[in-house]
């Protein structure tokens, strides 16, 4: 069996439709599937119209959290649920072409045990997005030792790599580098970014800033090596500024030097500051994984 885990926040205009349209495709390729909907605690009708589907389209099941827990927990309550043997994850919205999970599946069937959906552009974009995204997948590329500027969470995965990835437990688990830093078997189908047929993007700036920073404090440690070179940057100019200062008190040039104290006090301190913020940050998200709180907590299924 093929699971397709498609999680949906505050979906409904599109529910009805990306059901069905997977739904025929994977049916007209004599696929044995099942869709799974994960509702991530929407504000709208996005269960109501989960649960109709579910009773209109026998493939189709319903997970629904009880607040929401976002796309990361939606995921991997998804491939918690699926019976599959290999199950893909698709965005709801319809903006990963769902004809490409035919291609995916056979692959998979020829051996592949992940296939990553790649893309050939980020569709349309702001220029203040891109300039973040280039540096959001730069950071993400060094700390998994490949390149993710492509990445998606469009991928399929065969039973044996969803194991591995439902036997870490970590609380803050970044599925798109997961996915792709357990290794096994993998291959690439590229895909263009579609529009979106209905409704709004749920991710505001905001949004993605708070994304992007817990993604990349769950999976790598560069924040604090960017403290550790601050320090040193901050060192030499420090130490430089102590030469000069000891060069013009041996002339018997040496000036009152109020102000330069000033300024190298307000650097220092912000530095100071700055370092003890990302230091913060970390001990919260070991304060977090320390509690052992639940991923998500599905609160209603289909029958």
Known sequence: MFSVIIPAYNEEEIIPKTAKVIDEILSSESIDHELIFVNDGSKDST??????????????????????????????????????????????????????????????????????????????????????????????????????????????????????????NEKNAFFRALSSWIGFKSTEVEYEVREREAGTSKWSTRALFKYALTNITSFTSAPMQVVTILGLIVFVVGLGASIEALVQFFRHNAQDGFTTVIILQCFTGSFIMFALGIIGFYISKIYEEVKGRPKYIIDKTTE
């Open 47 to 168: 269960w109501e119209k989960i649960s109709e589907q579910s009773k209109l389209i026998p493939s189709v099941k319903g997970i629904g959290f009880s607040r929401n827990f976002g796309k990361e927990s939606a995921i991997f309550a998804g491939i918690a649920e699926a019976k599959g043997d290999c199950c893909a994850v698709i965005d709801c919205d319809l903006q990963h072409p769902p004809e490409k999970l035919v291609e995916m599946y056979r692959l998979w069937e020829q051996g592949y045990e992940i296939v990553e959906g790649v893309k050939k552009s980020r569709g349309r974009e702001s220029s203040f997005h891109k300039l973040a995204a280039k540096s959001f997948y730069g950071i993400m590329s060094s700390a998994v030792g490949f390149d993710m500027s492509r990445a998606s969470d469009f991928k399929l995965l065969d039973r044996k790599a969803i194991n591995v990835l439902l036997n870490m």
